[in-house]
């Protein structure tokens, strides 16, 4: 029947949408997959796509789990716009999200829906906060400042510091903690410059942090704009230390040779760990990948999409329906998940407290230098 309505779709014109047969399942994504920070949505949709693709080949659930897809553009309009579309016309129990605006603005959207949204991107503290319904696989920025600064005042001696920051929540939120986390080091937040989302000149800035002469420069952007920051930095004669988050685990800012003996903070990925979950996960993206390594955000997003298959699994077996609330139940009565490179569980505002690192950018790629405690 569906082969014969398609058929007489295309003579005559009509374009049909046929139902989904009755068991498929599907979730949402809100990703940046035009614009700017496209790069960000094909990272993290290659980490949640692969998951799905583990799920359905191990039959976790009853029927096939699939994602739709909605282009956040990495702003908050964009993301309401698709949220709005996610909730009312898909009706998707779960959603993953990602950016700090971007999760801001759909938060109360998946409330109201009583839909799980589930970031893996983005690292404002505030992100804690927005509710039940909103969950992180993600070490937010509170705890990365907190752990790398400490370790970079002691062992590197890196104790003033310039912040270059985007002027957005994310930005704002790193202004913040990185000034109370060099205080406790004893260390100086020497001078701080915003800049605003779409900028792409710096070489003003380039000069004021040159004449402040700290110790290291903290970058606080992502995207394209990260990567112009770091080359007109060295291009403008400012040769110390740059230090960051994890938006440096993309692959066009590791790519940078101004980029290289960066340090940025990230989730601790134990590669080591000899668990099944672990192992498939980098062999399976290695081969459909070229060989390269999984990053952080890739892990974060294959480890969001397995935690909806162990919850909706569970939910199944139980003779519950996979809804919103269901999940959400689900999850709080779950007291550890089996994640790529770690166990983890959840805390009761929805975040993981997750093992940390701190790594350096290097001619292919970036290596681990340093485990640290937050």
Aim: with cysteine; charged share 20%; proline share 5%.
């Amino acid at each position: 029947m569906k082969r014969l309505l398609a058929l007489l779709a295309v003579c005559q014109g009509i374009a049909v949408s046929l139902p989904a047969s009755a068991a498929d399942i599907v979730i949402g994504g809100l990703f940046p997959m035009s614009g700017a920070n496209a790069e960000y949505g094909q990272t993290f949709s290659s980490g949640a796509d692969l998951a799905v693709r583990h799920i359905n080949e191990d039959k976790m659930l009853s029927g096939r789990l699939s994602i739709v897809y909605e282009d956040s553009q990495a702003l908050p309009m964009q993301g309401v716009i698709g949220m709005n579309k996610l909730a009312n016309v898909t009706k998707v129990p779960f959603v993953l999200s990602a950016f700090t605006g971007v999760s801001k603005a759909i938060a109360p959207i998946g409330t109201r829906a009583k839909i799980v949204m589930v970031n893996g991107g983005g690292v404002g503290p505030d992100l804690a906060e927005l509710g039940d319904y909103f969950w992180n696989t993600i070490a937010l920025a509170n705890d990365e400042v907190r752990a790398a600064i400490p370790y970079l005042a002691e062992k590197r001696n890196l104790k003033r510091y310039a912040l270059v920051y985007v002027d957005d929540p994310l930005g704002q939120a790193i202004l913040k903690e990185l000034g109370g986390a060099l205080k406790t080091a004893g260390g100086e937040l020497a001078g701080s410059f915003s800049v605003p989302a779409t900028a792409q000149q710096f070489s003003g800035i380039a000069a004021r942090v040159r004449d402040l002469k700290p110790d290291a420069v903290y970058i606080a952007s992502y995207g394209s704009q990260q990567g112009q920051i770091i080359k007109q930095l060295r291009d403008n004669g400012v040769s110390q230390q740059i230090v960051s988050y994890s938006a440096f685990a993309i692959p066009s800012t590791q790519a940078l040779p101004e980029a290289r003996g960066a340090i940025f903070s990230s989730q601790k990925v134990d590669w080591d760990k000899r668990d099944d979950v672990t192992r498939r996960m980098r062999e399976d993206y290695r081969k459909l990948n070229g060989g390269k390594e999984p990053n952080a955000y890739v892990v974060n997003y294959y480890n969001a999409v397995r935690t909806f298959g162990i919850l909706a699994s569970a939910l199944e077996k139980a003779g519950k329906p996979i809804t919103g609330e269901n999940l959400l139940a689900q999850r709080k009565a779950t007291p550890s998940f089996d994640f790529v490179g770690s166990t983890v569980s959840f805390a009761a505002n929805g975040t993981v407290k997750a093992p940390m690192q701190l790594n350096e950018i290097v001619e292919n790629g970036a290596k681990p230098i340093a485990d640290i405690v937050h």
